[in-house]
T-cell receptor, first 114, second 118 residues
Framework: AQSVTQPDIHITVSEGASLELRCNYS??????LFWYVQSPGQGLQLLLK??????LVQGIKGFEAEFKRSQSSFNLRKPSVHWSDAAEYFC????????????FGIGTKLQVIP | NAGVTQTPKFQVLKTGQSMTLQCAQD?????MSWYRQDPGMGLRLIHY???????DQGEVPNGYNVSRSTTEDFPLRLLSAAPSQTSVYFC?????????????????FGSGTRLTVV
């Protein structure tokens, strides 16, 4: 079975600073990879996804993520963080051909300070 | 376009009571799933469905039942509520596997049901 590790439970960055959220996955083949964002009291919203092809994927709200097969990683990045980016971010993985069995990480809570 | 609608938003149950959490989507999505979210544990899959009449268990199915008689609806039943089922429950839907390259491929989540069992 696949698994996801988000090693940082909580991250604080200054507004305007760059951001990188880490995600490592465990799966025997190339998986489907996702990043979701959750604002307080809300459901999750899909930021971006990777299935195949170009390993650098662009998402909504200025986010991007890079798939690195050799490191089993799919880190989320943003060049300049805005106060509205404060939320909880979840990395998720699904096996190829089994998208319905999506496994989520435990999340990284992002705090943005002025 | 409402997306995924969950009702109720909040519910308090007594131990042993049963109830049904409702989930409906209007996007003609093939896949639907129920997750529970607990602090420090992320989201855990309870049950999922790949189409009307087809359901299967996820990671934490005990104490829950589902059915999918239509494409639109995927209710989650708590058979005999226990305090361990206190959680926030999310329903999600997506296009089917054959549309993996579609730009809209990926889960659409409802806004959640916060359930407390006392």
């Amino acid at each position: 079975a696949q698994s996801v590790t988000q090693p940082d439970i909580h991250i604080t960055v200054s507004e305007g600073a760059s951001l990188e959220l880490r995600c490592n996955y465990s799966y025997g083949a190339t998986p489907y990879l996702f990043w979701y964002v959750q604002s307080p009291g809300q459901g999750l919203q899909l930021l971006l996804k990777y299935f195949s092809g170009d390993t650098l994927v662009q998402g909504i709200k200025g986010f991007e993520a890079e798939f690195k097969r050799s490191q089993s990683s799919f880190n989320l990045r943003k060049p300049s963080v805005h106060w509205s980016d404060a939320a909880e971010y979840f990395c998720a993985v699904a096996p190829f051909g089994g998208y319905q069995k999506v496994t989520f990480g435990i999340g990284t809570k992002l705090q943005v300070i002025p | 376009n409402a997306g995924v609608t969950q009702t109720p938003k909040f519910q308090v149950l007594k131990t042993g009571q049963s109830m049904t959490l409702q989930c409906a989507q209007d996007m003609n999505h093939e896949y639907m799933s129920w997750y529970r979210q607990d602090p420090g544990m992320g989201l855990r899959l309870i049950h999922y469905s790949v189409g009307a009449g087809i359901t299967d268990q996820g990671e934490v199915p005990n104490g829950y039942n589902v059915s999918r008689s239509t494409t639109e609806d995927f209710p989650l039943r708590l058979l005999s509520a226990a305090p361990s089922q206190t959680s926030v429950y999310f329903c999600a839907s997506s296009l089917g596997q054959g549309l993996a390259q579609h730009p809209n491929y990926g889960y659409t989540f409802g806004s959640g049901t916060r359930l407390t069992v006392v």
